[in-house]
């Protein structure tokens, strides 16, 4: 069919969306700054079991706590897209180690690099065609005179040919942003359409880690939390500088050790953090294999991913974990979700709102992402302000419990029962002030997420305005 999508960015989203739509006979074109060498982070990171799953990669399977399959790399220099070593539970520690929770995590580790890769590879088998060395500009629209997102039209995207510096003006029926949190595209909107505000620096976080040689025999074995000489295989030290540490075991050769903090947080550096680490550890030799520095989108989810012509998926909109900035498999859903939408929109020679906005249907309503996501976002911000001290009450005092930590690292969130709430008030009574902290933070998060699930099923101005004012209400009392 004679129907045009251009997507800007072949990460995760954009390549699976791109692989998805041109199987289905539309004509897609994606436009990559950097080279097929350099997709993705040089890094493995935490990735959604079932996003990847449902994005068709033939995952592994569990054998202990290794992975088995053959995308299992056996060495860190292999080809394979999984880490070996398999982290079917998550020790969450608190930033003193005084106390922890043993999780059940929802991840697997993947090398982003070589994931990017394969799903390029699958967009480029199916059909789709992807141009690398092109960085997109801006956005090609025009304006009726009308304010919100329906005030625009978006008719496709300028590109700059990095390799001889031309610039060219391609029109498509959608364009689409998956370029990660810089926002190219949506940012060139009026700002009447609600999208074009860029992020601040509370949205993000600054990540540092290094993939390191390992020798667990130098350390004299892992000794229990507490002692000088631990040594703690797949942990998080959650609210640890704001942020949080870790260390994740690769295989037996190597593991990966890193921290991330708020990105304006004065005096905290994560390399710091982790050098630090690293220099108590023996079995943390010298020589980085692989990693890197980054900012991470942890703020909230966009609260419109569409205007007529165009969608943001991904980084660009915020879609996140907020709680551990894990950010692919989010990506990976949109980008499914998105295929279906824009299919059925091309199959009635349509781009409009009324189209389009099944994508936020599918991510605020059809799924509990949209609403956990918001509400998830607005704890973070209320425990960027607790100290180690306060933390390590809350664990100890069982208020952080185990189900709270699990859904929140694995990004879902669940309103507290009237039992849970009793329980909490009665375990707090030792610290009244921090007690209340967390009460305020964990009703006003309830409060968004049950906003959120009332989120506009379709589009209708006056409807989707009046549900974003109470939203900006509720968050600004945040």
């Avoid at 260390?247 to 905290?268: C, F, L, R, W």
């Avoid at 890197?292 to 974990?321: E, K, Q, Y």
């Avoid at 610290?431 to 049950?450: D, G, H, M, Q, T």
Wanted: with cysteine; glycine share 10%; proline share 5%.
């Amino acid at each position: 069919m004679a129907y045009k999508v251009a997507i800007a960015g072949a990460g995760p989203g954009g390549a699976v969306l791109a692989r998805e739509l041109a199987r289905s006979g539309i004509e897609v074109t994606i436009f990559e700054k950097n080279s097929f060498d350099e997709l993705g982070h040089d890094w493995s990171d935490a990735v959604e079991f079932e996003a990847l799953k449902a994005a068709e990669i033939d995952m592994p399977l569990l054998d202990g706590l290794k992975w088995k399959g053959k995308l299992v790399k056996n060495t860190t220099e292999d080809d394979g897209i999984f880490e070996k070593h398999a982290v079917p539970r998550l020790r969450v520690f608190s930033p003193g180690r005084k106390n922890y929770k043993d999780i059940d995590f929802k991840m697997i580790t993947t090398d982003r690099r070589r994931l990017g890769q394969l799903l390029a590879g699958q967009a480029d088998d199916s059909g789709a065609v992807i141009k690398y060395h092109h960085e997109a500009k801006g956005l090609l629209f025009r304006e009726n005179g009308k304010k919100g997102p329906e005030g625009v039209k978006v008719y496709g995207l300028a590109v700059r040919d990095l390799k001889n510096g031309s610039e060219e003006k391609i029109e498509a029926d959608v364009v689409v942003e998956s370029s990660g949190f810089h926002c190219v595209l949506r940012n060139s909107l009026p700002a009447h359409t609600g999208l074009a505000d860029p992020f601040t620096d509370g949205d993000f976080a600054l990540v540092h880690r290094e993939v390191r040689p390992y020798q667990p025999e130098r350390e004299g074995g892992i000794k229990e939390a507490g002692s000088e000489a631990e040594i703690i295989p797949d942990h998080y030290r959650y609210g640890y500088n704001s942020g949080y540490q870790w260390t994740h075991i690769h295989n037996e050769e190597s593991i990966d050790v890193g921290a991330g903090v708020k990105s304006d947080m004065p005096g905290v550096d994560p390399q710091e953090i982790i050098e630090a680490f690293i220099a108590e550890h023996p079995a943390i030799r010298p020589g980085r294999i692989r990693g890197g520095r980054s900012l991470c989108i942890v703020g909230r989810p966009l609260m419109n991913f569409v205007v007529p012509g165009f969608v943001i998926l991904g980084d660009a909109a915020s879609t996140s974990v907020p709680t551990t900035g894990c950010g692919a498999g989010s990506a990976i859903y949109t980008g499914l979700w998105a295929s279906g939408v824009i299919s059925e929109a091309a199959l009635e020679r349509r781009n409009d709102l009324e189209n389009l906005w099944a994508i936020n249907k599918k991510f605020y309503l059809d799924s509990s992402r949209g609403p956990s996501f918001a509400a998830l976002s607005e704890l973070r911000i209320m425990l960027q302000t607790l100290s180690h001290e306060e933390l390590d009450f809350l664990f100890s005092k069982d208020l952080l419990d185990k189900t709270t930590l699990q859904d929140a690292i694995n990004g879902h969130f669940s309103p507290p029962s009237i039992a849970k709430k009793i329980k909490s008030f009665q375990s707090g009574l030792s610290s009244p002030n921090i007690l209340l902290k967390l009460s305020r933070a964990v009703s006003r998060a309830e409060k968004v997420y049950k906003h959120y699930q009332d989120y506009p099923p379709q589009w209708e101005a006056a409807a989707f305005e009046k549900w974003k004012k109470r939203a900006l209400e509720l968050l600004t009392t945040i």
